[in-house]
């Protein structure tokens, strides 16, 4: 099925530990984006990518890195995870030139303890 | 960037009754996108609507890009249209990126 596909759904670390969430489309869309979404705060963005080789910074990227190696695959990555890190994380695609509406994943459920 | 405001933040209705979700943003915009997030935490994409009306079931949006806001109407709402109703504006004009308001959560009493 054509999509977004995150893993995984559910995670809990211990304060310290890292891991990599997977995200991945099949949809061939340039533009890929990671969000956090918390509480009576909306969805604020991490990190994005425009294409292969390309990333850059959103609004809250501290403590998280990304890497673009193909158009299929945006990998976020916590380094040593907080217990503000404690969220839902979204990864979304779309083609470049806003042509068409955002598709997201699932999401991925992270308690940091 | 721009700023994006929604309201109200919360609204309960009885099944069957009409309501209108409002975003305003605060700069010009190429690109306005409304979502609902289900219950179970989904995120669909609902309208792609920088300017004009669209229509799609018992859903319309409307976009007035000159005057900055955008409104949402669900009309003879159904249980299952319970969730939160969020709309996105472009962090900057031109950009992919966007920025998201805080929500309306919409809750559909039987």
């Known amino acids: 099925n054509a999509g977004v596909t995150q893993t995984p759904k559910f995670q809990v670390l211990k304060t310290g530990q890292s891991m990599t969430l997977q995200c991945a489309q099949d949809?061939?869309?340039?533009?890929m984006s990671w969000y956090r979404q918390d509480p009576g705060m909306g969805l604020r963005l991490i990190h994005y990518?425009?294409?292969?080789?390309?990333?850059d910074q959103g609004e809250v990227p501290n403590g998280y890195n990304v890497s673009r190696s193909t158009t299929e695959d945006f990998p976020l990555r916590l380094l040593s995870a907080a217990p503000s890190q404690t969220s839902v994380y979204f990864c979304?695609?779309?083609?470049?030139?806003?042509?068409?509406?955002?598709?997201f994943g699932s999401g991925t459920r992270l308690t940091v303890v | 960037g721009i700023q994006v405001e929604q309201s109200p933040p919360d609204l309960i209705l009885q099944e069957g009754a009409n309501s209108t979700l409002r975003c305003n943003f605060s700069?010009?915009?190429?690109?306005l996108q409304w979502f609902h997030q289900n219950p179970w935490g989904q995120l669909i994409n609902l309208f792609y609507?920088?300017?004009g009306t669209k229509q799609n079931g018992r859903l319309s949006a409307t976009t007035v890009a000159t005057e900055r806001y955008s409104l949402l109407y669900i009309s003879s709402s159904q249980t299952t249209d319970s969730g939160v109703y969020f709309c996105?504006?472009?962090?900057?004009?031109?950009?992919?990126?966007?920025?998201f308001g805080t929500g309306t959560r919409l809750t559909i009493i039987p």
């Open positions: 949809m061939n869309h340039e533009y």
């Open positions: 609507i920088p300017s």
């Open positions: 700069d010009s915009v190429n690109n």
């Open positions: 979304a695609s779309s083609y470049r030139g806003q042509t068409y509406g955002y598709t």
């Open positions: 996105a504006a472009p962090t900057n004009f031109g950009n992919e990126k966007l920025t």
């Open positions: 990518s425009v294409g292969a080789g390309i990333t």
